[in-house]
């Protein structure tokens, strides 16, 4: 053995050692994104547009670390908060965070957490007994009278919220009603109305305050907030300030107190409204100057809330308002079937292709199998790299160089495709083994000439591959990005092991043994079929498709579009007894939720399921209904789960669509500017429209089928198209060949021989990736079925594609011309 062979050894073994280093212990290393271990993720928008010009600047920088520190101190494992690149947004993921921790979860994160203390007015108790004897009450409240009934049960007379009013829930309906009456019957525009809630003989009521807008002390003096009980055991919030603020709380209630500078009557009650977030919690009434730098926030709230009360506090106010854009939620027992039919259909998707290679390729079959065995060895490493890679290209916080990224979904489908993807490059080279052992060539020389003819084919098809994924990283969200990072991985792992490893077998082979021909199965012999010929059928069968795929996909709206384009908010429910959907739609619909979308879907049931074909329901409604939509399915049917909850505003609807849009036209344009530079413009203008047809012929089959089209789908359109220039590659790439050894020729000759001469590994690499991509679409649920059938969709409509739209169009360029000697 050479010195050169023994040194690609032992960059093998320094390559396989670090990878597994890397990855060990497994249980530690691997982490799983939120759509395989269950959460709830936030994309918030941090609103600067009534700061100062001087504060935009730091001001997400400023929320990002009170929301850090709101979230730490919920008690939550594992966290992940970091800034969107570009924008002023902050992404919170919360690992198995549980349904009904959810909401408390959000109201934590959004509370603008701006405490203020203001006088109430003077005259209070008469203004608002002037508005019970008037009959005044603000849409949506009514006037409750009670009497006293004993100690503890106060009587007199309160706002009560209307049926209708206690069916709007969420967080800015509460914030809108609050901004509707704060200027009801004000007696000047000193003051403004806010309400107390009060629990009163079992029932929620208001007792009305006008409050000075003039803040007295606000909470940017506060030093800490605890929770503590008074001595009939409701919960309290203890606040302690800096020194600074004890001295001017000491002024403040110094004089207000009876006999104060602001207050000379002895018998004068002035009361101290304790504001936050523009809700009233308490008013007590102040006796005398407390100078201890201490006070309490009494309120109707349960310990959990005093607690939440207390964490917002402590972990300071939000420099700006932030509001929630998009929310995701994935059930845990959901997260886990998602990993188990992943991980089930990766397996039998890499065996079957390894099955196929050892039967189809025999030795050399062999060899490719170990080859893909120490590709799933070197995937850790390549992920490491890759991820440290893009990470350079936006500061998202998906991986760093020095860790691996984390796995979602999208990220195991990439998996799987790759092991179909792997061995693409060992039927590239095969194939030219075969056709130079043909020639009567050594076993040596067969080697030799196989791999360094295959190598152009294998090197621009994979480049073009890589290409659209980092399009598909930079434009994408963070479930998508998670594939872009696995199929790049994939790709330069899979090179390595096919173009270098493979070949050191090879040479072994070819150095140490008497092995003398390298054999094989042949499926496809040397065809002379007229492919050209053939080019206006196919046009007219293509242009066909297009029309009525499209025809009929626009027939039914947005119904091919879900909520990541939409906006709104869908509901994934698992459920023990199935309901009508008329049933479902008049139960929203006196809820006041119109034009909800109802459906139920088939999937695979998970192994060790009693159920092969499992339903699940599916409810999307808008992004303004969809916490009444909740509330309303878990109060209405009980026996019903949400597995899994996608909500998004239509800001960013138009943003993903912006950005899918985008994502495709960059991926065409860097493949036009690549193939025209490695080929000529004609064959780039060839690939182009073959690609526009396979994403349109995808697109429209796949709505056809009742699906709908997500940010996951995009993805797979992306990869369609990146996969299917491979094979348009691997023909052009023997048509650049042989126009240089065929002088005199006519184009059409050379394009249909060439055709010939490639169709065996069209077909066999369409076929090993798409072996893998079957068992996704058999034995993958949910997400990864959608994703698996547009792929398999696109890879045959790819393939046709490569043999009768791409070539053809390069023809209209070259019709009449002949290859002349040089």
Partial sequence: MDKNAIWKWLILVVLVSWSIVTITPLSEKIKYGLDLQGGTSYVLEVDTSELAPETVKDARERALEVIRNRVDAMGVAEPVIYPEAGNNRIVVQIPGLKAEDRERAKKNIQSAAFLEFRMVHPKNAELVAQLFEKGFVPEGYRIVSLD??????????????????????????????????????????????????????????????????RRELSGESLKTAGVDYQQLGQPIVNLKFDSQGSKRFAAVTSDYAPGGAKNRSPDGRQYLGIVLDGTLYSAPFIKTAIHGGEAIIEGQFSFKEAQDLAIVLRAGSLPAPVKVIEERHVDPSLGKDSVASGKRASIIGGVAVMLFMLGYYMLGGLIADLALVLNLVLLPLG????????????????GHAISLPTLTLPGIAGLALTIGMAVDANVLIFERMREEQRQGKRFASVISAGYDKAFSAIFDSNITTLLTAAIMFMMGSGAVRGFAVMLSAGIIVSMYSAIFVSRMVFELLARYTTMQEFKMFTWIRDTKIDFMGMRKYAAAFSIGLIVVTWVLMFARGEKN??????????????????????????????????????????????????????ENLEIKVSFADGDKAEQVIGESFKDFKILEQNSVDAQVGKEFTRKSIMAV?????????????????????????????????????????????????????????????????????????DLKLMRGKSFIDIANLSINQTLGRTVLTSLTTLLSVAALLIFGGGAINDFALALFIGIIIGTYSSIFVATPIVLLWHRNEKQEAK
Avoid at 174 to 199: C, G, Q, T, W
Avoid at 385 to 396: A, C, E
Avoid at 587 to 614: C, H, N, P, W
Avoid at 681 to 710: E, K, M, N, P, W
């Fill in 148 to 213: 006293s009934q004993g100690p503890g049960m106060r009587g007199g007379k309160f706002w009560k919220k209307t049926e209708e009013a206690q069916k709007t829930t969420g967080i800015s309906s509460n914030m809108d009603v609050r901004a509707s009456i704060r200027n009801f019957h004000v007696p000047s525009a000193s003051y403004e109305l806010l309400l107390m809630k009060e629990e009163v003989g079992g029932q929620e009521l208001f007792s009305p305050h006008y409050v000075n807008r």
């Fill in 383 to 398: 992920l490491m790299l890759v991820s440290g890679l893009f990470s350079l290209l936006d500061n998202t916080g998906i």
């Fill in 561 to 614: 579009l879900g909520v990541d384009f939409t906006s709104g908010t869908s509901f994934k429910i698992e459920y023990a007894q199935k309901q009508p959907v008329e049933v479902l739609r008049q139960t929203l619909g006196q809820a006041g939720i119109k034009d909800a979308f109802i459906q139920y879907q088939r999937e695979m049931g998970e192994e060790g399921s009693s159920e092969a074909v499992r």
């Fill in 665 to 737: 036209l960059l991926s065409l344009v860097g493949l036009i500017i690549y193939i025209s530079w490695r080929f000529e413009f004609a064959f780039s203008v060839g690939a182009v429209v073959a690609l526009l047809h396979d994403a349109l012929i995808t697109i429209g089959i796949y709505c056809l089928l009742g699906r709908q089209i997500s940010l996951p789908i995009v993805a797979a359109v992306l990869t369609v198209i990146g996969y299917s220039v491979n094979d348009t590659i691997v023909v052009f790439d023997r048509i650049r060949e």
